[in-house]
Every structure is written in C-alpha cells, then in structure tokens.
C-alpha cells in the first residue's frame, strides 16, 4: 500500500552494443551509505538500493526539454510570483520527522513501513512525497503561498504507470489572522477568490463542504473553511484549464480531436489525508475515464501551530506530474521518463505539448517464477517476511527498466506444511530494442538466484 492513494532498469545505456547488465544485489549493508554524494551511518532500518540512490540528482523536474520539467512550468504558471514563491531544489533526504511526524501520520500507517518507504536509517527516509517540506516551508514564512517540484521515492507495484522514483508538485496558500484587514480571513480569502480567473469547466461538486466524515477543523469557523475550499477548488480548477487546454491543442493539432469536441469535465471526491481536512481529489475525465489528478484540503492547524506560525490558516494540495505528463504528452510508459535515448529526448521542447511518437514497440517476454517462502515467514500470524513490494525491488535490483511489469499470479498456503507459495509474472521488455532469447533467460536466472539468496525462498 502506498503512503497515500495518490499517484504514483538498469540504466539503458545507449549506443552501446547490448543494454544488458545484470546487477548484484548487495545482501548487507556497510555501516555507511552515500547517499547523493553525503555519508550516512545504517541500520537495521536501512533498506535504500543502490539503483534506487543512482536515481537521486538526476532532477527530471528541471532539466529543460524534459516532459517532467515542461509539465513542472506549465502548473507553476498558475502559481505567480509574489504571493507564490517555486522552491524546485529541496534535498529528497528528510528525516522521519518531516515526512511523517510534522505531518500527523499515525504511528501505525501502512506509509512508515519499511515495505512502503526507503529508509536511509532509521532517522532517515527519501521523501515519500512533496508534503514533507510543509512545515519548514510555513515555518520559514518567505511568501504568502509556495509550490514545491521535486522527486519522491516509494517502494510500489512494477507496471507502466508505477516506478518507485517520481515527481510531485505540492502548493499552498495561507493568510495570516494578524495580517488580514481586521483579521477576518473569510472576508480576505474571498476577496482573493474573486481575483482568480473564472473558467468554462463542467465541475461536479455535490457533497457537502465538510460534515463528520470530512470535518471541519476546531480551530476553523464554517465560513472560514468555506472560503478556503472554494478558493483551493478555483485554483486547482484553474491548473486543470491551463494544462489540459494545452493538451487538447495538441490533440487538435495532431488530429486527435476536434475544436467543438465535449468540455473537459472534472470532478471533486472527498478524500482522506492525515494533514488535511476536509481533503478532496480531483479527478478529471480523460478519454472516457476518470482519473485521479491531485490531492488537497484544508490545512491541519497543527502544523502551522507546531511551526510556529499559529496565526495562519489556508490550503495545500499535492501533484503527481507523471501522471499529468503521460496524459499531455501521450508517453505510455513511465519508463521512458528516464531514458536517456536520444530518441526520446529529442521529441520534446521547453513550453510545447507535442504527442510522443513511440520509436517501435518491441516484443514482450513473459516468464514465471514460484516458490515457497520459508516457513518462519508464513507462521499464522507471525511476522511476515517477504512483501510483493520485496519481490518488485527485487526485480527492478537485478532487471532495472527492462522490467515492464510484475504481477502476483497465484498465492496459497499447504494445507498440511502451512507453507505459503508465491507465483509472479514478470513481463521483461526493453523500450530500445529487442532483448534476446539470451538476455530473457539471463535475467530471469539472476532474479531467481536473487530471490533465494535474499530471502532464501524455496524455488519451484
Ligand atoms: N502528499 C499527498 C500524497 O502524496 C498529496 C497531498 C498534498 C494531499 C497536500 C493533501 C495536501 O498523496
């Protein structure tokens, strides 16, 4: 499970005569990692790989002409200077405190785990998300509103939408009560409101503002919450506008649609995060599917209270840009955002939307692997050691991007032994050529030994 719902290889190495490099594992760690060119002490929390580490500096989300960065732009110009300051360049090593602590997740969410986070110590993560830099951001008070771009890193699923390194965007907007004409915030934060642009946008909003299962907050009135949703819905609103009229241009201009095609349509859906309420996503309709854009809310009180900035109030919400990107550029596969192959990258250029033109889809290998996992590890409710987020590591550690999606295929447990046997299928496919026969075999021979090595697994 993700730390929260929202969003969510070796490196091919290109010109070379074969992109096959079959990686070792390493089965301990040192007393220290380095981590983006800084030493830290391990632990028993430390769970970092090395081609997870390789991925840090590599700042997609500003690198001029990358799909990542143009999406970056584009959101950030609904965001202006001076009441919004960009910070683009924060260090994706936070402590456990600012990922988590500062933010109010309970001690027991699935998003602390080790199956779930990267912990560099146990002191130590890679961001799991943008939020993480809430509090110092409030704390630091160097503008009314801000917006963060910047990677985060989740163990997750393999498949052509999810890579454990990605992108977010988070902004906010807070008013302060000591600052605000007669310190009323509702009256400021509607007066900011009309200011913002209106829109054409067929929006589907039913639910109440707040009500028990999405509250309103002690520290809140309901007309201050009511001003503040609305003018967090209007902004976002706004975000969906700027990008996805630019991607129906470029559809348009491509020949994928039609000028008087239907008005795109978005939606709000009441939603749960620990450091909002009442929390929202925004979902919009995509093709005939609704897909999940964002996700915001009201502001807890406890982290501007816990910052040391009490008197403000306001709204925060947080972006994956993959996601968007995939839908402006047309890249059907989250792989291809880290490919350095020319053909890749020469299609894209700073403050253009134009559809990703796939250099040739090469053929897929499918290839199954079974096995029981030790019996310590499927003791009735024991401990359970390995996690299918083990296994995507796994393969991502030894077949890097050439890994295009795993699947768990088959689960069950000896009704005598009591041991449990796991089935995945793991799809290899490169994006920049076909593998061959060889290759196939190699790597999924490198899995298989990785799996019993590392988790003395029993193979079938
Ligand atoms: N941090 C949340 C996520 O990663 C998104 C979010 C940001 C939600 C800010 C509310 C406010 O899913």
């Given at each position: 499970m993700s730390t929260t719902t929202l969003l969510r290889a070796l490196?091919?190495?290109?010109?070379?005569?074969?992109i096959l490099r079959i990686r070792q594992i390493p089965r301990y760690y040192s007393s220290k990692i380095t981590v983006g060119g800084k030493e830290y002490p391990t632990d028993e929390y430390t769970n970092l790989p090395p081609h997870i580490e390789?991925?840090?500096?590599?700042?997609l989300h500003l690198s001029p002409n990358h799909p990542i960065s143009i999406t970056r732009r584009l959101i950030e110009r609904r965001f202006p200077a001076p009441v919004y300051k960009a910070h683009n360049?924060?260090?994706p090593i936070v402590s456990v405190q600012q990922n988590f602590d500062s933010l109010g997740f309970?001690?027991?969410?699935?998003?602390?785990s080790r199956t779930d986070t990267y912990y560099i110590n146990e002191k130590t993560v890679?961001?799991?998300?943008?939020?993480?830099h809430q509090a110092d951001t409030f704390a630091a008070g160097e503008s009314e509103g801000f917006t963060i771009a910047a990677d985060v890193y989740r163990r997750d699923a393999i498949d052509r939408?999810?890579?454990p390194v990605f992108h977010q965007m988070e902004g906010a907007r807070m008013w302060s009560r000591s600052e605000v004409p007669n310190g009323d915030i509702a009256a400021a934060v509607r007066a900011d409101l009309e200011k913002l642009p209106k829109h054409d946008l067929v929006v589907e909003d039913s639910g109440?503002?707040?009500?028990?299962?999405?509250p309103l907050q002690k520290a809140h009135s309901a007309e201050e919450c009511e001003a503040i949703a609305a003018h967090l819905k209007r902004s976002l609103e706004g975000v969906v506008v700027e990008v996805f009229g630019q991607a129906k241009k470029a559809a348009i201009a491509a020949g994928e649609?039609?000028?008087?095609?239907a008005p795109l349509r978005v939606r709000w859906i009441e939603a749960y995060f620990?450091?909002?309420?009442?929390s929202w996503e925004l979902e919009v309709l995509w093709q005939g599917e609704w897909l999940e854009l964002l996700g915001c809310g009201v502001v807890q009180q406890s982290i501007p209270d816990n910052a040391g900035t009490p008197d403000k109030v306001g709204w925060a919400f947080g972006v994956g840009l993959e996601r968007v990107a995939m839908l402006l550029f047309g890249?059907?596969?989250?792989r291809l955002f880290w490919s350095k192959d020319e053909r890749f990258l020469t299609q894209f250029a700073e403050g253009r939307i134009t559809k990703f033109q796939s250099f040739s889809k090469y053929p897929p290998c499918y290839k199954d692997v079974a096995f029981w996992l030790p019996s310590s590890s499927s003791s009735?409710?024991?401990?359970?050691?390995?996690?299918?987020n083990d296994m995507m590591e796994t393969v991502r550690g030894v077949a890097g991007d050439l890994a295009e999606d795993v699947r768990l295929t088959d689960e069950f447990t000896h009704p005598k032994s009591g041991k449990k046997s796991m089935c995945f299928r793991i799809n290899y496919r490169s994006l920049e050529k076909t593998l061959t026969n060889e290759e196939t075999n190699a790597l999924h021979e490198a899995v298989r030994t990785a799996l019993k090595e590392k988790y003395a697994v029993e193979l079938r």
């Open positions: 490196r091919p190495s290109t010109g070379s005569t074969s390789a991925c840090v500096g590599r700042n360049t924060l260090s309970p001690l027991d969410h699935p998003g602390r890679m961001r799991t998300h943008t939020s993480a939408s999810h890579y109440p503002i707040f009500h028990e299962g999405n649609a039609k000028e008087d095609d620990p450091f909002t309420t009442p890249i059907p596969d989250i009735a409710g024991g401990q359970v050691a390995f996690h299918e």
